[in-house]
């Protein structure tokens, strides 16, 4: 459980962390993208009515800096027009703006009227209403506006963008190709505006710029709601395992126990009704064990069930004698008794052995089941509140019956690994080998 924990907890500080650093990477701009669009990577020309039986004449120049148009309306056109004209595209592959979210113009508008409107316009090119040979069909993404003349640049949000209600009619565009479309953008186009009259007209483009994220807000967002969502779904799937696997070994050792205090049932009234108990520490003595220790190892054999033993020693008791006298030494055994008695399972015996050794036989154990009680028993032991201030600490081992070995070997087995404990530095528990 704490090292499922301690999982959750790193997982959750990663994610926290996550979140927090990239949504602030973003506030400060760290996904921002720009493009310029400039006579350095787009082809840029004049177009006007000529083609189109107007009088119209243009000329456009490049200063290095900013495309100049020059215009002169004529007054032959149905439709007047002067415009300048950027190509993108490489083949009718333009460029994907849909990761953009504003363009930024920096035009100059010298005409008649200092709030005359120039249209902006962004042409996409889509098979699914676009021919190669027909340039009006690629869609009219437009934008009108007035720039006036030194107002420096100006930020407009894409959405507000619209497609042209005759271009839409004149192709019979769909209702779901009818909206703005930025995926594919091969043409810009900056024209005068629609209701112009004949007179000499000039566009200067000083800039143009889009604006976009290379992760967006919403996509951001998304992103990491995913990323807790799946760790969520991880930790819940996990643990539901887990708690399955417990509550599945939970339910098999109920049962198993429950059989196994069936039959130790007897045999326990009958040990109650002979202990014989050890007077300085309340636990039973050696002596009141033999005959049920005898009987318990011949039941485990009989019914194959577990048996095993946890010898106990607690460390340097000698230098508590030294330190406390005979009297402070009798009240840490009585202690130690007193916490071995309250700590022990319902089915175990405990036994003062002799001195300061105590052993614990654990009925319908493992080795291993013992082993996690006697690791159990030494961090009680290490954790407790003894009198005097004291600090003490117990040295262990543990063995399980081998069916078919003397009591003095399944004794002397545990006294074995006891020593081992204490060899390797005390307050450990070690487990007999065969």
Not at 265 to 294: I, M, P
Not at 364 to 374: D, I, M, Q, V, W
Request: net charge negative.
């Amino acid at each position: 459980m704490d090292k499922l924990r301690r999982r959750v907890r790193v997982a959750a500080y990663f994610l926290l962390t996550f979140s927090l650093l990239t949504f602030l990477l973003h506030y400060v701009g760290g996904f921002d993208k720009e493009l310029s669009i400039n006579a350095r990577n787009a082809a840029y020309v004049s177009i006007d009515d000529s083609a189109q039986d107007g009088n119209s004449q243009s000329s456009i120049d490049f200063d290095g800096e900013s495309i100049a148009l020059n215009c002169e309306i004529g007054a032959k056109g149905k439709w007047p027009f002067c415009e300048i004209s950027l190509a993108l595209d490489d083949n009718f592959h333009g460029l994907d703006l849909s990761s953009y979210h504003s363009i930024g113009i920096d035009v100059d508008y010298y005409s008649l009227n200092d709030d005359e409107r120039l249209r902006i316009y962004l042409r996409n090119f889509d098979p699914e209403y676009s021919t190669e040979d027909d340039p009006v069909s690629y869609k009219f993404n437009a934008i009108e506006y007035a720039p006036g003349v030194g107002n420096g640049m100006k930020v407009i949000p894409l959405k507000s963008y619209q497609v042209l209600s005759w271009w839409i009619a004149d192709y019979e565009v769909p209702i779901e190709n009818a909206g703005p479309q930025f995926d594919n953008i091969v043409q810009i186009e900056i024209a005068t505006g629609s209701y112009i009259k004949p007179a000499n007209y000039a566009i200067r483009l000083n800039r143009l710029v889009f604006y976009g994220h290379w992760l967006s807000e919403a996509t951001l967002l998304r992103l990491n709601i995913l990323m807790w969502g799946f760790a969520a779904i991880y930790f819940l799937i996990n643990e539901r395992r887990r708690l399955a696997e417990q509550v599945s070994e939970m339910v098999a050792k109920s049962e198993y126990l429950k059989q196994a205090n069936q039959h130790l049932y007897q045999e326990s009234l009958a040990f109650k009704e002979l202990a014989y108990t050890d007077n300085l520490t309340g636990t039973q003595n050696r002596h009141a064990v033999d005959c049920w220790l005898r009987d318990i190892v011949d039941f485990s054999q009989r019914n194959c069930h577990a048996l095993s033993m946890v010898y106990i020693d607690i460390d340097f008791f000698k230098k508590i004698n030294d330190s406390l006298g005979h009297h402070g030494g009798d009240e840490v055994l009585k202690e130690f008794g007193r916490v071995l008695n309250l700590r022990s399972r319902k089915t175990d015996v405990v036994v003062r052995w002799g001195g300061e050794e105590f052993i614990i036989f654990c009925p319908a154990t493992n080795l291993r089941g013992a082993k996690e009680f006697a690791e159990m028993v030494r961090m009680i032991v290490e954790s407790y509140q003894w009198a005097n201030g004291l600090y003490i600490t117990c040295s262990v081992g543990v063995t399980e019956y081998i069916p078919g070995e003397d009591i003095e070997d399944f004794i002397q087995r545990a006294d074995s690994a006891l020593y081992k404990a204490k060899k390797q530095g005390r307050n450990r528990v070690e487990e007999a080998t065969v």
